[in-house]
């Protein structure tokens, strides 16, 4: 459903991503990993476009996307819940939510939205008039999920979201992903904690500068191995 062919990106001059083709199969959870710098969040950019393409093509459902500007991503159901949170720290946990519901606000229905997005994360309705700077990093990344969620997003991309959270809070948002997989949600996964990624994963990508150097089902992942290999450990 979500398709890149041999694209090309980076910033300005610089180029990064290296003709990556990856296929993101509807309903399914797929895994990138890689080093740091590998180009994994500049992918994830690249598909919202944050980023420019400057070859290949981006394609959902077989239509070409690549060239849409960012705020139109909801449009086509596609939400992304970036690295290191993103949360408006002088807004309320509230008014957060309301922003990731932006783009669809006129369908309606946000009461209805806000309701669920406070049963799925009962802590942030106790904290949802808080200022959401107050919160704690567990908190702040249930929030950017939340947020990302107001959308109602059919394909989710998510970029580390487990990052220097506390071992509780990790086992919390692998909870939410398999929930979110079993909702019928395609879901592409940028993350460091890869025995967890991969444990939940369909599909998994290595990435390495700037290329897909793996793509294997998950079932056939060898962490161990690969981690010889591509980490150097
Ligand atoms: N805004 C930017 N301007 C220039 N280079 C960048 C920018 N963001 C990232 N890069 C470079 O792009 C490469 C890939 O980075 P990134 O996509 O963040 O990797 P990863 O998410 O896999 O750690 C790195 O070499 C990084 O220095
Ligand atoms: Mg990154």
New binding site residues.
Partial sequence: MLDVRGLRA???S?N?LWDVDLHFEGGRLTTII????????????AIMGQVACTRGEITIDGVRRDGTDTWRMPELGVAMIP?GRMVFRDMSVQENLLLGAYPVRKHAGLDQKLALAYARFPRLFERRAQLAGSLSGGEAQMLAMARGLMADPRILLI??PSLGLAPVIVQEIFGLLGKLKTEGRTIVL?EQNTRRAVEIADQVYL?QG?KVVLSQPAKEVNLERMHERYFGR
């Avoid at 890689?34 to 950019?45: D, F």
């Fill in positions: 980076g910033y300005g610089i990064v890689g080093p740091n710098g590998a180009g994994k969040t500049t992918l994830l950019r690295e970029d580390e940028v990435m700037g």
